[in-house]
């Protein structure tokens, strides 16, 4: 369905603080989101991401650089750009709580230039999409969070865009309609849109994403595909392997010898190591105990380890 997706170039935004001192909030931005692919951005509070979110849906002006969106420059090509985008950036904003959910659909489908049948269509289209059909009638106020956030994204739809843009889609919601947020967005990108998130749900960045962007004071950090992030992590952070013993009580081997060892931890019938090179060790622990051993196995970081090393990396 993308043709063309999401490029900025140096994008830099600044603002000033109330000393009236200059801080960039976001500074030299290079980011894709290729065709059809689904990228994450993730960083700490105040990393740049709602910046950088803003900045693509022309809420806000860049300093300096550029980013186009659907292949048009954001400011010179402002109205191209945002219907070529649907953007929702979450909570009670954008959303008027006194008109049913049909209402705002059609007072936001009137303001993409969609008309008569067509707008009516769409928005029941994008109600039953979001599994809200049988609430259209209902005023946005009586909504839960998580039907608002659906809300969000039936309006994000409404144009039938190539490229969306979410900023948090599953802040606050709880854990099924996280999952069910999840399937809906995930759902979306096999549809073949080109989709840019910001989150700071590593599960729902792990599970969706095509390529994870890790951002910090500002700038893109790293980025790679969420397995790639792990793994390069390892050679830092090391591995975890877990070694589950046929043996369920303290009679199992002691691990202490195993090679590259960071950290150990027994718990009835499994032994739980941190090593520095996961292969070795799974290799040692097989050589010398494999006729006791149940299963080992063996991973790399988790995206939230990964995380936590670049938010405390200088
Ligand atoms: N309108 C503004 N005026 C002044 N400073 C701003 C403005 N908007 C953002 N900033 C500053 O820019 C920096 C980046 O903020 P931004 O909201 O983009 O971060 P974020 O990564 O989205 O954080 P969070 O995870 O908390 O949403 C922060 O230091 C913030 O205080």
Redesign the pocket.
């Given at each position: 369905m993308a043709e063309q997706g999401i490029v900025t170039r140096s994008l830099s935004?600044e603002?000033?603080?109330k000393a009236g001192r200059v801080?960039?909030?976001?500074s030299g931005v290079d980011l894709t989101v290729e065709p059809g692919e689904l990228v994450s951005v993730l960083?700490?509070?105040?990393?740049?991401?709602?910046?950088?979110?803003?900045l693509l849906t022309g809420l806000?002006t860049p300093t300096s650089g550029s980013a186009d969106v659907g292949g048009h420059d954001v400011v010179r090509e402002r109205r191209a750009a945002s219907r070529a985008c649907g953007f929702s950036l979450g909570g009670d904003l954008g959303l008027y709580p006194r008109l049913t959910a049909l209402q705002n659909l059609t007072f936001f489908g009137l303001m993409y230039g969609l008309r008569g049948s067509h707008l009516r269509q769409r928005s029941v289209t994008v109600l039953e999409q979001m599994g809200l059909a049988d609430r259209a009638g209902d005023t946005v106020g009586t909504f839960s969070r998580g039907m608002k956030q659906r809300l969000h994204l039936a309006r994000a739809l409404l144009h039938e865009p190539s490229v969306l843009i979410l900023?948090?889609p599953s802040a606050g919601l709880d854990p099924q309609s996280a999952a069910a947020m999840r399937r809906l967005v995930g759902g979306l990108a096999e549809e073949g849109r080109s989709i840019l998130l910001?989150t700071?749900d590593m599960r729902e960045a792990e599970e969706l994403s095509d390529r994870v962007v890790l951002?910090k004071d500002?700038a893109v950090h790293s980025e790679a595909t969420p397995g790639r992030l792990r793994v390069a992590a390892a050679a830092r952070l090391g591995h975890s392997v877990q070694i589950i013993w046929t043996a369920a009580d303290e009679s199992v081997p002691a691990c202490d010898a195993c090679p590259g060892l960071l950290e150990s931890r027994q718990d009835r019938g499994t032994t739980r190591l941190r090593v520095r090179d996961g292969a070795e060790a799974a290799g040692w622990v097989l050589a010398r105990f494999g006729d006791q051993v149940a299963s080992v196995s063996v991973t790399p970081p988790s995206l939230e380890e990964v995380f936590l090393d670049m938010v405390d990396s200088r």
């Open positions: 935004r603002f000033k603080d801080r960039a909030a976001v960083g700490p509070n105040g990393a740049g991401k709602t910046t950088t979110v803003r806000l900023d948090e910001t700071h951002m500002g």
